[in-house]
């Protein structure tokens, strides 16, 4: 067998939906520490997040990310309802979502996944390993997996 190659590096869009001000910026500087080419954008609760996919108001023109990085518990619209919302609309439907929280409740595990996450990952307390988790989600949501086009 020959050697594989790696595919092509691109840089990668991701939206992050967190309302903490020190998680976001953990995960800016985690992200910026890893090995991963990424444009963050952030956005505080889940009804800001339908907004910037559906690019509504202040919204319109932001680029389409490849991953969504969801946060479960936020104000006004929490993070299982916005998996419920993008499953529901065929435009944003296909977008991976990777539920990205502090939670480590099993009924949370089930109900992201019925409501259609693509993984759910419970935050890293060593930044170390938060960096680390950030090399591995590029390595396969940016670098392997195909997703449908818009």
Known sequence: MGATSM???RPF?????????VQQALTRRAIEDSTLDAHLHVVDDGEAAMQYLRGDGEYAGSPRPDIILLDLNMPRMDGHSVLEALRA??????????????????????????????????????????VALFSAL???????????KP
Request: hydrophobic share 40%; charged share 20%.
């Open 138 to 148: 590029g390595q396969f949501w940016a670098h392997f997996v195909r997703t449908p």
């Open 89 to 130: 609309e065929p435009k944003l439907a296909a977008i991976p979502v990777t539920v990205l929280t502090t939670s480590t409740a099993d009924s949370d595990v089930s109900a992201s996944y019925a409501r259609g996450a693509n993984a759910f990952i419970t935050k890293p307390a060593e930044y170390e390993k938060f």
């Open 13 to 21: 869009t991701i939206l992050l939906v967190e309302d903490s001000p």
């Open 7 to 9: 595919p092509e590096t």
